[in-house]
């Protein structure tokens, strides 16, 4: 059998760097606090993502200050861009996927 689901962006498909791509790509950019509200997130995990993120090349990251006066703004790359409207397309290709019909074989009379 030719099918197959296609295949989505792993690192994509977790809902805080999920949350965090799609506020970016709607915003020039914003910054840690920000994003942490309405993510909903808390300052570790938030980092975490954002690094990751980052990392992949998805983000821009810029700190500016040190310590507890630091401030950090985050910004989507071009490359954060592509990757968010290929994941939002291999979802929109899933959920409209036409599944072909399984054909009925010896061990599925068996088991039926």
Do not use: W
């Amino acid at each position: 059998m030719d099918f197959k689901f296609p295949v989505i962006n792993p690192l994509l498909h977790n809902e805080l760097r999920l949350k965090i791509m799609v506020a970016l790509d709607n915003l020039e950019s914003a910054d840690f606090v920000y994003l942490c509200q309405i993510t909903d997130s808390t300052r570790g995990n938030l980092s975490v993502q954002i690094t990751t993120l980052k990392e992949a090349g998805y983000l821009e990251v810029t700190k500016t200050g040190l310590g507890r006066l630091s401030h950090t703004v985050c910004k989507i790359t071009s490359q954060g861009h592509e990757a968010l409207r290929a994941y939002e397309e291999g979802l929109h290709s899933i959920f409209n996927q036409q599944i072909p019909v399984q054909k009925e074989t010896e061990q599925n009379k068996q088991i039926g």
